[in-house]
């Protein structure tokens, strides 16, 4: 890591912009106010490498509209599951989008590498404030005086016009977050964490590590006869496997299931968890294979090629086996977080297997950042797509199909659920909906605070509130009649 250019001014006032906001905004929950707060803290990134001579590059690009992207989701969405996993991948794609590298390496290490300037940005940042006050307490004495001046005359022309409009003093209120003694502490914690946090990633797009120079020795490559054998073997019994499940998709899981003594569901949450282990393990073997992969000449590229190929192909058919007994046993249980979730992670890894055997046609140069972004818009996606509303779809269809209905898991779901659960007829629809809106009764949170699933849901149960009739001994037994009918 090379020494980081001199702080530029445009640096420092885009890092204290993001530690004030921080303080202002993200005291009261998660939503919009966290791409207000990554704005600056990106322009601070900007500014610092362009005093280091650095350019944007098309990735870096990538990484950072795709983290700002993924910072829209707690805005979109009420469910804090998919909003946390989206907030920590795009902190990893910032990470990424300042250090830049192309190599496994750099994939790998770039989400982690800024933690290395929480220590060193700060201090950065500091001497770059001493060397434009320089030793003249005069001139610091004057930034305090200028800061305090523009305080007292925003709150004391602020009051009075407030004082004098009563629509003017809603509007302050609305947009003026609240700064209450009683939680200095935590607001100057964030004042804090934003300021240290923009520094770090600036003084990373200032100097950032070049983990494209980290080197990963090469395997030692093996005989034909020692590295074919043990995949031809395993792509042979990847082949019986699937054609197993051929047979039995054609000639239908009754059979199966009369010969195996097994129910519908069991048969498929049997199946799925194995499943599921066999495409990690096939991609770990893929991984061994060719870092061992003999590489002598035209004849052996082929013997890969054809080698990993055949197992990529079989193991795309194993992927479909897998996501097809988890749909089986939706149908028999209906779909819950962990279901959806496992389901996400097994489409993603098929789409892995596809990307590498793109790999094996057209060079493996791009797979790295292409693995990397295709995660990202993974999680993107899933956050977009609503699961807990989803969830909730899904198991009102089945309850319309079936009959069957579990409130006690419906009732833990958030406010993304609320337009599919307000399908429901009475009571079952006050039962669901009963949890829920006791939540969203307990506090409004600031616009900047609020996702568009939790006013939506407000504005739902507004004009047609939950029954009062929907008392806890009537939805309990409701539920277990739903359950175990």
Request: charged letters at 15%.
């Amino acid at each position: 890591m090379e020494a980081p250019a001199p702080v530029r001014t445009a640096t420092l006032w885009a890092a204290l912009a993001t530690g004030l906001l921080s303080m202002l905004l993200l005291g009261d929950g998660l939503a919009l106010n966290l791409v207000m707060v990554a704005i600056p803290a990106a322009l601070a990134a900007y500014f610092a490498a362009q005093a280091a001579g650095r350019r944007p590059r098309a990735w870096t690009l990538v990484w950072g509209i795709g983290g700002i992207a993924l910072l829209a989701v707690p805005a979109l969405r009420d469910a804090d599951w998919p909003s946390f996993l989206a907030v920590v991948t795009a902190v990893a794609l910032g990470s990424m989008a300042v250090h830049g590298g192309r190599t496994w390496p750099a994939v790998l290490l770039g989400p982690i590498g800024i933690l290395n300037a929480l220590v060193t940005g700060p201090a950065w940042g500091w001497r770059g404030l001493r060397e434009r006050f320089g030793s003249s307490r005069g001139n610091v004495g004057a930034g305090l005086r200028a800061i305090a001046v523009t305080a007292v005359l925003l709150l004391v022309f602020g009051a009075l016009f407030a004082g004098a409009d009563a629509a003017f003093a809603d509007l302050l209120g609305a947009l003026v977050p609240d700064t209450s003694v009683s939680g200095g502490p935590w607001r100057f914690l964030l004042l804090l964490l934003g300021l240290v946090g923009a520094l770090a990633v600036a003084h990373t797009a200032a100097a950032p590590i070049q983990w494209d120079r980290v080197e990963v020795p090469a395997g030692r490559p093996r005989g034909r006869l020692e590295w074919a054998l043990p995949l031809i073997v395993l792509t042979g019994l990847f082949a019986a496997f699937n054609a197993v499940q051929l047979a039995v998709l054609f000639g239908g899981y009754e059979s199966v299931l009369k010969k195996t003594g097994q129910t519908y569901a069991e048969y498929a949450r049997q199946g799925f968890w194995q499943l599921l282990l066999v495409t990690l393990l096939t991609l770990l073997v893929i991984v061994f294979a060719l870092r061992w992969a003999p590489r002598d000449g035209g004849r052996d590229r082929k013997l890969v090629r054809g080698v990993l190929g055949t197992l990529c192909v079989l193991a795309l058919v194993v992927v479909a086996s897998a996501v097809r007994r988890m749909d089986m046993y939706v149908e028999a249980y209906g779909l819950t977080r962990l279901r959806v979730s496992v389901v996400a992670v097994e489409l993603w890894l098929g789409l892995v297997i596809v990307l590498i055997m793109a790999a094996g046609v057209w060079g493996a140069r791009w797979l790295p950042r292409v693995v990397a972004a295709s995660a990202a818009a993974g999680v993107l996606a899933f956050g977009l797509m609503s699961p807990d509303g989803l969830i909730a779809e899904r198991n009102v269809q089945r309850y319309e199909d079936t009959g069957k209905f579990d409130l006690d898991y419906a009732r833990g779901l958030s406010a993304d659920a609320v337009p599919a659960l307000d399908q429901l007829k009475e009571p079952l629809r006050s039962c669901a909906l009963r949890s829920i809106a006791a939540d969203l009764e307990e506090g409004a949170e600031p616009w900047y605070a609020t996702s568009w699933g939790e006013a939506r849901a407000r504005d739902i149960l507004r004009d047609q509130p939950v029954s009062k009739d929907a008392d806890w001994s009537a939805c309990s037994g409701l539920s277990n009649e739903l359950l175990y009918r």
